[in-house]
């Protein structure tokens, strides 16, 4: 039995593809976006969170570090998460904490365990809906796929994988006989922007999109936009090239990129960017909308 690190489990999802879905988020991803929205995400293995708002300086996890991670600095219960990253008493760590200050996040999982919580929704998917292999990046945890996919299809559960697709093909082609949609992040066209906002190299993604579009397996586009990078002129052309030479997307999704995880940051003991500061994204996303000719015709 091939088994995950899985992030989360959401159960009534209405943003994570068609109809009521239980989305499920695997730890790991390739990328480092410079907003990522779910930062927690990025590393495989689990680790640990600490909400200092949270804590009650009851001084229970002191007693069972090993690594000195813990102090106290005036009155103030301090971690050094890194000190914390090889431990392996992490779980035991985020347990006993009475105020769920200290959070774990990430957990191996078998392919059986995550079944058995996506259908406990089963009776409301309906016929749109179904379950979302989120991330992190899911399809860097293809051989768990091959064994978790087989089984929503034996169930009558619907599909959809949201990935950047940035991986090798043969990870994508493996898992497409179960996969009834992608929802696809197009970040950005110009590979600048890309090595520069994300730390890889975005051409791989753009290809395995052609890929789908030669085989006509639906997709759903999402561009995640900042102020001054998006909306250039040559990256709105280009962004308009793609979309007119695919013949497989279902809708395309504009949203501005925001600071709602700021509190994740915290958390792992992170500086976050900052990105549309003063940027009314309504208005910003409907003149990109616009400009790309969206009209939500796909």
């Known amino acids: 039995m091939k088994s995950a690190i899985i992030m989360d489990i959401q159960r009534y999802s209405i943003h994570d593809g068609p109809g009521i879905r239980t989305t499920v988020f695997f730890k790991g991803c390739h990328m480092a976006c410079r907003w990522c929205h779910n930062p927690e995400s990025q590393r495989r293995e689990p680790e640990l969170l600490f909400y200092e708002n949270r804590c009650i300086n009851c001084g229970e996890c002191m007693l069972l570090c090993r690594k000195n991670a813990h102090s106290m ?29 200290i959070k ?8 059986e365990e995550v079944l058995c919580q996506v259908m406990k929704d089963r009776d409301f998917y309906g016929s749109q809906g179904g379950v979302t292999c989120s991330g992190g990046e899911p399809l860097l945890q293809d051989d768990f796929l091959t064994e978790f996919l087989p089984l929503c299809k034996e169930n009558h559960i619907s599909v959809c994988l949201d990935t950047t697709l940035n991986v090798e093909w043969k990870r994508v082609e493996k898992i ?8 696809v992040d197009v970040k950005f066209m110009e590979n600048d922007s890309q090595l520069y906002y994300t730390g890889t190299d975005g051409k791989r993604g753009l290809d395995n999109l052609y890929r789908l579009s030669e085989r006509n397996v639906p997709v759903i586009i999402r561009m995640p936009l900042i102020n001054g990078v998006s909306d250039t002129d040559k990256e709105i052309s280009e962004r308009k090239k793609l979309l007119k030479n695919l013949k497989n997307v279902r809708r395309v999704d504009c949203f501005a990129v925001s600071d709602h995880a700021a509190g994740k940051y915290r958390g792992l003991q992170r500086t976050e960017e900052k990105f549309n500061r003063g940027v009314e994204e309504g208005p910003f996303v409907k003149s990109i909308e616009n400009k790309l000719g969206i009209l939500h015709e796909f």
């Open 73 to 101: 600095e005036s009155g103030k219960h301090r971690i050094d998460l890194s000190l914390c990253a090889e431990c392996p008493g992490k779980e035991a760590c985020s347990r006993i904490c009475p105020a769920e200050a």
């Open 104 to 111: 774990l996040c990430g957990r191996e999982m078998t392919a």
């Open 176 to 183: 497409l006989p179960w996969t009834d949609l992608f929802l």
